[in-house]
Nanobody, 123 residues
């Protein structure tokens, strides 16, 4: 089992920044893929970005390109999502997810999920 613990959400004004963290523990491996998803009220869960620990990464969700950056600290088994120039439409619960090697944008490809962290952007 892989455990994922997210932190860093909160309330921010439009144009502000937040950094989310996701720490992995348990039976992790260097082949694991780490991803970020989000789900706004009344909407489907949406893929944001994913990465291998090697640094190979998927493209970002179009609406966050140029504003969000995913990074990783392999030694800490932690991935981050730096979110800049936040917009009210970024308001959602953000989830960290992991799987055993499939670099995918599909939520069903991920076996392990964090508890989610709320991001609220006020206008």
């Amino acid at each position: 089992q892989v455990q994922l613990v997210e932190s860093g959400g909160g309330l921010v004004q439009a144009g502000g920044s937040l950094r989310l963290s996701c720490a992995a523990s348990g039976r992790t491996s260097s082949n694991d893929v780490m991803g970020w998803f989000r789900q706004a009220p009344g909407k489907e869960r949406e893929f944001v970005v994913a990465t291998r620990w090697s640094g190979i990464r998927t493209p970002y969700l179009d609406s966050v390109k140029g504003r969000f950056t995913m990074s990783r600290d392999n030694a800490k088994k932690t991935v981050y999502l730096q979110m800049d120039n936040l917009k009210p439409e970024d308001t959602a619960v953000y989830y960290c997810a992991a799987n055993k090697g499939l670099l995918s944008s599909t939520s069903s490809s991920y076996n392990y999920w964090g508890q989610g962290t709320q991001v609220t952007v006020s206008s």
